[in-house]
């Protein structure tokens, strides 16, 4: 393990996966490697049909690139199937040098060679010990178990992580499937996600509850029919207003704080972790499974506070934002090639499994076993308002937003919505077995260190073209 701060043990392991697969002769299939001064951009790009096959035999007039709405022209196609180690089409006769626009320096496949023993993906699979409730992780550990016992690639390697407050390696780099399979269903796996923070959210929803309803008994909400204006003398206002005010401030504000601070430390060590698996001379691929977070900290609570609608013109939520941590990721992850598949754990959405949502399990206001009449609310008849379990679940669904965005910008897939995990896990690892890498030479050369926006069709409208989005440019 390793806390936040530092995470040498996991970098060393993965420098190790590095240095093994290294000296097999294995060469980047993300990075191949061409003499010459000019920087092109390499773009991965998974093609299927209606039914979710790969599209085979497609050639570079098939493909279309744009750079900022700029037609670019293609240089080189390689093809990323079942030939082991895998060269640009041109590097045969080049022999030269070829970088990633903005990517680490690339290795040096000249002498690259393949074999029955050399692994051309590796698959990273990192479960969210911080975000995800122990009752999804069930449904995690079921789905990596049938994964792994029908898994029988052979030019693979898997790892298995978990990260939360600290970073596990559940299972070290390997290809033995036996051998993943025996560590994600054994007790210590599970161990990993009793410190979950999704219980400490549950909890914190249900006394935010009672302090907003507090707040509404003293002072104006609009979730009680109230009128009026806080603050400005309006009759009705009970003395216990601006201590009912403070304390809803106060737990906010320091929840936000507590939240930001998880958060952050969560994604600086997402990044080395991202940043280690550049090094790492095969397709890179990290399945990321989550129940998914704001990275507004405070959000959820926040939400509750704007259902209740209180009348109080002089609070600003200014709530911390890891867009920052979130952007350093992807910076790294689009610009060396590393594709996140991410998984939301909760399965189908239900509003259930939203906290102060008054329908979520764990609240003390849950209707969950009372007797409704169908001809009213059942939040009212919960004592929580309408708006409330609109705005908690609002809220809930922008938890997707991080997931969804890790998944787009590096051209993989986020899988929501479904019960079936084991479907997602097995697209990813489908996705990253049978590819294409198209290369060019961007006409915007300016060094300015600016986000990119790339654009891959092809000529079929109907197929579904899977490519980043986008990458950094290198700056002076």
């Known amino acids: 393990m390793c806390d936040f701060r530092r995470c040498a043990v996991v970098m060393l392991f993965l420098a190790g996966i590095s240095a093994r697969t290294q000296d097999r002769g294995v060469s980047s299939p993300q990075t191949p490697v061409i003499r010459s001064e000019v920087k092109e951009v390499l773009v991965p790009v998974v093609v299927t049909d209606g039914h979710g096959h790969y599209v085979p035999n497609l050639k570079m007039s098939d493909f279309q690139v744009l750079e900022d709405g700029q037609p670019q022209h293609l240089v080189a196609l390689s093809i990323g199937m079942r030939a ?24 040096d496949v000249s002498a690259a060679r ?25 449904r995690i550990r079921e789905a990596l178990g049938k994964f792994f016992e029908k898994e029988q690639d052979s030019d693979a390697q898997y790892a298995v992580m ?31 996600m009793l410190d979950s923070e999704a219980n400490n959210l549950a909890v914190s929803a249900d006394q935010f509850t009672a302090l907003m309803r507090q707040y509404c008994s003293a002072c104006y909400c609009e979730s009680a029919g109230q009128t009026g204006t806080v603050g400005k003398g309006v009759s009705g206002e009970m003395p216990e207003c601006p201590d009912a005010k403070t304390r809803v401030r106060a737990f906010l504000t320091s929840y936000a704080e507590r939240t930001f601070l998880l958060n952050q430390a969560f994604l600086r060590q997402l990044n080395e972790i991202v940043r280690a698996t550049t090094t790492m001379p095969t397709s890179r691929t990290v399945i990321f499974i989550s129940d998914g977070f704001n990275r507004v900290s405070g959000r959820e609570l926040y939400a509750i506070y704007l259902g209740y609608g209180p009348q109080d013109r002089n609070f600003e939520f200014n709530a911390p934002d890891t867009q920052r941590e979130l952007d350093a990721i992807l910076k790294i992850a689009t610009n060396s090639n590393v594709k996140f598949y991410t998984l939301d ?14 329908f979520a399990a764990s609240s003390s206001s849950s209707p969950m076993s009372a007797q409704v009449d169908s001809r009213t609310s059942p939040n009212l008849a919960a004592g929580v308002p309408e708006a409330v379990t609109s705005s908690t679940v609002s809220a809930a669904r922008e938890s997707t937003d991080v997931l969804a965005e890790l998944a787009h910008e590096t051209g993989g897939l986020f899988f929501e919505n479904n019960n079936d995990l084991l479907k997602g896990l097995r697209q990813a690892v489908a996705d990253g077995r049978e590819y294409y890498i198209l290369s060019y030479v961007p006409q915007n050369k300016a060094m300015d260190g600016k986000y990119r926006k790339i654009v891959v069709t092809v000529r079929e409208p109907k197929w579904r073209v899977n490519a980043k989005a986008g990458y950094w440019a290198a700056q002076n």
């Open 84 to 107: 082991g180690a895998q060269v640009s089409i041109n590097q045969a006769a080049a022999g030269g040098r070829i970088s990633s626009a903005g990517a680490l320096p690339p290795l």
């Open 114 to 138: 393949s074999g029955p023993d050399t692994p051309r993906s590796t698959y990273l699979i990192l479960v969210d010990a911080l975000h995800s409730s122990f009752e999804n992780f069930k």
């Open 162 to 192: 978990v990260l939360g407050r600290k970073l596990a390696v559940v299972e070290d780099s390997t290809r033995d499937v036996n051998a993943a399979l025996a560590a994600v269903r054994n007790k210590h796996f599970s161990d990993l």
């Open 345 to 358: 754990s909760r399965g189908l959405y239900t509003v259930t499994s939203v906290p102060g949502s008054g």
